[in-house]
């Protein structure tokens, strides 16, 4: 299943797309998305209207014209994140994960016990100037009442997530994201 919400690189603002194996599959989802319709006057199971608008269908098309430079400038965001933040005590930034082609949609930090302010105490400095980063995996989705209950959500059983949900920061990273800001948001980081 592919999103592509607003937030992503390549987004039609709502809507998003599924990869079947089978051709069996996409029919399936077919006419599940369908109102389970099969054709005008046949209805197999029940469904939702789970199609794509027309406009956000042109607006993703759009967007195709321009994902190379879109591409390239977050790289380069990326680039200029990691040498204004190499040194940073208490603040890591992950490797690549080996992508054969990396989209940087997302520049997360890891806020480890070494740095002065806790992951949600530099969040909140960001906020009190203004820049707007997201704490990832936070609150981990077994922390809600209706996952809280089950076996497999005991923090026991969760020791990775349970950390990664108190240190994982993602700075803002979007294509028009210019260096100065960029220096700005590291410099608060350092301080």
């Known amino acids: 299943m592919l999103s592509f919400h607003a937030t992503k690189v390549f987004n039609t603002f709502e809507g998003g797309a599924i990869v079947c194996p089978d051709a069996k599959t996409k029919l399936r989802i077919d006419q599940l998305?369908?109102?389970?319709?099969?054709?005008?006057?046949?209805?197999v199971a029940p469904g939702i209207n789970g199609k794509m608008s027309e406009i956000n269908a042109a607006f993703g098309m759009?967007?195709?014209n321009h994902i190379d430079a879109v591409l390239a400038r977050r790289k380069e965001i990326d680039a200029t994140y990691r040498e204004l933040l190499k040194g940073v005590k208490g603040v890591r930034c992950l490797q690549d994960a080996g992508e054969a082609i990396a989209n940087y949609s997302y520049f997360p930090i890891l806020v480890e016990a070494d740095y002065p302010l806790s992951r949600d105490g530099l969040y909140q400095k960001f906020k009190d100037h203004g820049i707007f980063a997201r704490r990832y995996f936070y609150p981990l989705i077994t922390d809600f009442p209706m996952y809280r209950g089950l076996p497999s959500a005991q923090r026991d059983n969760l020791?990775?997530?349970?950390a990664a949900s108190k240190k994982v920061m993602c700075l803002p990273i979007y294509p028009s994201l210019n260096n100065e800001d960029q220096r700005r948001i590291a410099a608060l980081i350092a301080k």
């Open 159 to 162: 020791p990775v997530a349970t």
């Open 62 to 64: 759009l967007q195709l």
């Open 33 to 43: 998305k369908n109102f389970g319709f099969v054709d005008e006057t046949t209805v």
